[in-house]
């Protein structure tokens, strides 16, 4: 697979579903931002991304703020600093769409 940067690497498995998409996974402790990696910023459309937020250890009252600059934003009401597990998915654009 041709990437930009031939020091990063991308797993490249076969995911099912009616989009050429990528994720991102992981666990989010303290912080107010998702960063998304950086290989991201010429293979997805960022207003295709969806973020999946799961807390842990307590209702958090979690909200996507907001994308952009590679990143994602997330916001609380609870004033518990943010716990989650998160998956993102955006759909690729360097693949033509079928």
Known sequence: MNLQNKEQTLNYQSLCGPENAVFYRGKNVGKTEIRLPDLWKDMV???TVSVHLTPIGAH?????KRVGQNK???QTRSGIPIHCYFLVI???IDFPQD
């Open 90 to 92: 955006a759909e690729r």
């Open 45 to 47: 459309d960022l207003t």
């Open 72 to 74: 994602v934003w997330l």
């Open 60 to 64: 958090q009252d979690i909200i996507v």
